[in-house]
């Protein structure tokens, strides 16, 4: 009944029938996974300006009345939203005696140090100044220059995103033993995708790759994949999609032809500083932006608050495979045991 279904299924139509077929039965991806070129596209990734923003945080996550305490490189900040909502980023302990700011209390937009009373907003004070950031709307974004080692950028550097007043995003975020390398180079490899998450991808096929040269000043330093995204069952959704390194801790998905064209996937890497063992460790902040210029995306959009959780379950499953993977990277580029 299935297969004359199948058999009958129109081209046009978004969900594509998947043959089920066999995990081992795909083609070998390791000849076209050449090393040097992944290495060849890191590197050129890690030399592009990033103008010192780090992402943090989804811009979600930053309430009003609420201070959100994180940790870039090893430095303790503090990002809350003023009276108009703006964010405001500085440094994470109170110039006075270095009380955690994470823990003050929000009065009028201000916060108010909760061991002595000291109020500190925007406008700073003797011995704290709050920090260039930015609020995209999806992520939250904070410019540390005495740590990024680029030239200081007004804003950060973000690539084109579907029109927010239609799009959904939701935004996972976990944590690995690695460095931002290991997070990017993972992502410049994506000839895994359908034998490492076969949960997800089917049908995936490399069509173009960067130059292997290391000092190539290719323009369009991409990857261009068709890949069929499985949506349970016996369909899937077949599409292609660019990988593009905009600035060294960023890899971005981007669909450029079926459905949900213009939607993108950011990959953000940010480097937390060592844990307690005195590894480093790095957030993978995954910002997915899904759109569609179908009538039932814009009825599925007005659902977004039951969607985004789902999208977020789906992008953590990815990572949690994926982040083993870089911290088996770190630790063989380094020589650790284990």
Sequence with gaps: MNNLLFRRWPDRWPLQPIDPGNWADQ?????????????????????RPSGNWYVFAASRDIRPGRPFGFTIAGVELVAWRDRGQRLVVGPG???????????????????VCRWHGLRLDSGGEAGWTPLPCHDDG?????????????????????????????????????????????IVANRLDPWH?????????????????????????DSDDRFLVAVTFRVGGRLGVPVRAEFTSPEPRTVTMRIIDGEGSGSVVETHATPLGPGPDGEPRTA?????????????????????RFLRPIMTRAATRLWRDDLAYAERRYRQRTQKPG
């Design 27 to 47: 083609e070998p991806t390791y000849h076209a996974a050449k090393p040097a070129l992944i290495a060849a596209t890191l590197q050129r990734a890690q030399q």
């Design 193 to 217: 995708g359908a034998w490492f998450h076969p949960y997800s991808f089917t049908r995936l096929e490399v069509l173009e790759t960067p130059s292997q040269q290391h000092d190539s000043a």
């Design 93 to 111: 302990a109170c110039p006075h005696l270095g009380a955690p700011l994470a823990q003050a209390h929000i009065d009028c937009g201000a916060l």
């Design 138 to 182: 999806v992520l939250a974004w904070v410019r540390l220059d005495h740590i990024g080692d680029s030239s200081p950028l007004e804003t950060p550097v973000i690539g084109a995103r579907p029109p927010a007043h239609r799009a959904i995003a939701a935004v996972a975020t976990l944590s690995g033993v690695c460095e931002p390398a290991d």
């Design 284 to 304: 993978v902040i995954e910002a997915v932006i899904a759109d569609s210029t179908r009538l039932g995306f814009a009825r599925a959009s007005h659902a977004a």
